[in-house]
Each structure stands twice: as structure tokens, then as C-alpha cells.
């Protein structure tokens, strides 16, 4: 398969670079930042230098010409101010869903947040991180171009992976090591019954594969 990754240094989007480089798939991580082109190729990926706060719609879309799926995985940081929140997790996630679209790729998976909501309360940076999260998933699920899964993990750790999850609708709050995160992204990317559903993730009980096909279709 051909992947594209938007938020390609990302710290998730590393580890799924890897895991995919490791089978033979193809991973293309979209990056704004040139200097970190060499992360990504020592990870297996491709990197492709884009903007996606100032990029058009088209340039996106021939990013992502010929792939198999896309996954928005790129953020603007627990550094950056709220102006950020909007360009980066809201705008930049509605242009790369526009150009998935647009290229005709119809597998997108997004990596949100638990508590996204666009209704979300409060004038705080996470508040409005959690409102664009929001508004870019409820733009994502609108779109009948698109055979989305949207991701929403709990508290991300770097402890190492445990291959052991919990993932559905609903889990209540925990944490969650990015190593199971990339993991299960990768699963949901081979796994296209997920197609249309919003789920939750933090550690658990159930080993990655098995609780991916556990929530396959429901």
C-alpha cells in the first residue's frame, strides 16, 4: 500500500512510518518543515515538503495522487497559541480532506482527540484545541467522498507498547502509549469495515488485531 501521512514527523506518524516501512508498504510523510526530511527517511518514509496552513487544495490532492489511504495525523503542538488550533488541527484537516477527495482517495483515518467536540466550553488553548479537533472530525464524517475512521486516543505516553488495547465508542479516560496508537492505526488501515466509525482508545485488555475486528463493522 501507499500511505500518506499529513504531520509526517509527528511522533505517531513516526512510529506508523516505521511499522509500515517494516512490511513493504509505501509511506509518504507530509512535512512542513525540510529539515526534518532525514527523520523521516531514517523511519522508511518518504518525505514530501508541503505546507498544509498555506497549501491549495490541488497541491494537496497531487500529494496524494495514487495512494491507497491518507491519515491526518499532524497537530500544531501543546506549544503553539489557539490562532494555530484553527489553521493547523481545524483548517489544515478540512484541506487535506478536500484533497483526498479531490485525488480520489477514499481511505482516511484521523487521529483526533478524546473530548473533541465542536460544541466544546471555554476560552483556554486546550478548549479550543478540543473545539477545532471537533469541527475538523464533524467536517471529516460529513464528507461521502471519504470512508473515514476517526481516531480518538486518551492520554498519549512513550512508554513502550504493550500491544494490548481497549478500543470503542466510548472508553472513559487513561492513557495510552503511541506505540499501541501506530499499531492500531495500522490495523484500522488494513481493516476497511471500520470505515465510518469514531472510536476511542486507551490501554487495555485485548491485543491490537483482535480488537480492530472486534469493532469492524459496528
Do not use: C
Not at 8 to 24: D, F, N, P, T
Amino acid at each position: 500500500m501507499r500511505i500518506v501521512i499529513a504531520g509526517g514527523h509527528g511522533q505517531i506518524a513516526l512510529r506508523l512510518e516505521r511499522l509500515l516501512a517494516a512490511r513493504g508498504d509505501e509511506a509518504v510523510g507530509v512535512i512542513r518543515n525540510p529539515q526534518q526530511s532525514e527523520a523521516l527517511r531514517a523511519a522508511g518514509a518518504e518525505p514530501v515538503v508541503l505546507d498544509l496552513e498555506s497549501a491549495s487544495v490541488e497541491e494537496a490532492a497531487e500529494v496524494l495522487r495514487g495512494a491507497d489511504a491518507a491519515v491526518f495525523a499532524a497537530g500544531a503542538g501543546p506549544n503553539s497559541g489557539s490562532a494555530r488550533k484553527d489553521t493547523v488541527d481545524r483548517g489544515a484537516a478540512v484541506l487535506f480532506a478536500d484533497a483526498a477527495e479531490r485525488a480520489g482517495v477514499r481511505r482516511y483515518v484521523v487521529v483526533s482527540s478524546m473530548g473533541a467536540d465542536p460544541d466544546h466550553r471555554g476560552d483556554e488553548v486546550f478548549d479550543i484545541y478540543q473545539r477545532a479537533k471537533g469541527e475538523a472530525d464533524a467536517y471529516v464524517r460529513s464528507r461521502s467522498g471519504l470512508d473515514w475512521t476517526v481516531l480518538r486516543p486518551g492520554m498519549l505516553t512513550n512508554d513502550a507498547g504493550t500491544g494490548q488495547v481497549l478500543l470503542a465508542a466510548s472508553t472513559g479516560r487513561g492513557p495510552v502509549p503511541r506505540d499501541d496508537v501506530a499499531a492500531v492505526l495500522l490495523e484500522l488501515l488494513d481493516t476497511p469495515a471500520t470505515a465510518g466509525l469514531t472510536l476511542e482508545l486507551i490501554s487495555g485488555g485485548k491485543p491490537v488485531a483482535v480488537a480492530v475486528k472486534d469493532v469492524a463493522g459496528n
